[in-house]
């Protein structure tokens, strides 16, 4: 079974709006990370966030994480037509090996 | 070119044949991994290898078998293709960063 559940499953916005996608999981994890996957394509690293680490940043992306409610969201500011892609959850347990979550679809108008 | 290929790329086949995914990559790290995204779903990993000649299970397992002679390539079998088997398949290698990178994935069409 998918460790992480992602909401919302789909998301249309237009270009210049920001974007943001929550994703639960169930066991405790060492880290969280977000992988996003244009169509057709495989999946490509965006962010990672240690379990011990509460909010992150890397350009137009914003992780935060919340272990206590088993929760993460991903916020993509000023978002662009480039940005169309599903967006998945993935967390690690130690193992190394990802769980992924189902994804979420954001479709971004021009 | 440094990175993770797969091939084929796309793949048909029949149920019942015996069909072997390649995953090679030329960063040398340790561990691998096999997933399958079915249709509008996220990936589930399927075997993993921490090194040449260890591997272990992942969350479906049935149905494939995993070798790990040398430590770029990470072939992935169906022994006996079922249409269930149909999907994407993706390789991907741990790097040190503990991200994944991830190969382009395989189409794979069981009739």
């Known amino acids: 079974s998918q460790q992480g559940e992602e909401d919302p499953q789909a998301l249309s916005i237009q270009e210049g709006e920001n974007a943001t996608m929550n994703c639960s999981y169930k066991t405790s994890i060492n880290n969280l990370q977000w992988y996003r996957q244009n169509s057709g394509r495989g999946l490509v690293h965006l962010i990672l966030?240690?379990?011990?680490?509460r909010e992150k940043h890397s350009g137009r992306l914003r992780v935060t994480l919340d272990t206590s409610k088993k929760s993460s969201s991903l916020l993509i500011t000023a978002s662009r037509a480039a940005d169309t892609a599903s967006y998945f959850c993935?967390?690690?347990?130690?193992?190394?090996?990802?769980?992924f979550g189902s994804g979420t679809r954001l479709q971004v108008q021009p | 070119d440094a990175g993770i290929t797969q091939s084929p790329r796309y793949k048909i086949t029949e149920t019942g044949r015996q069909v072997t995914l390649m995953c090679h990559q030329t960063?040398?790290?340790?561990?691998m991994f096999w997933y399958r995204q079915d249709l509008g779903h996220g990936l589930r990993l399927i075997y993993y290898?921490?090194?040449?000649?260890?591997?272990d299970k992942g969350e479906v397992p049935d149905g494939y078998v995993v070798s790990r002679s040398k430590t770029e390539n990470f072939p992935l079998t169906l022994e006996s293709a079922t249409r269930s088997q149909t999907s994407v398949y993706f390789c991907a290698s741990w790097s040190v960063q503990e991200t994944q990178y991830f190969g382009p994935g395989t189409r794979l069409l069981v009739l």
């Open positions: 966030i240690r379990s011990n680490e």
């Open positions: 960063w040398s790290h340790s561990y």
């Open positions: 290898s921490a090194a040449a000649d260890i591997t």
């Open positions: 993935a967390t690690d347990t130690g193992r190394r090996a990802l769980t």
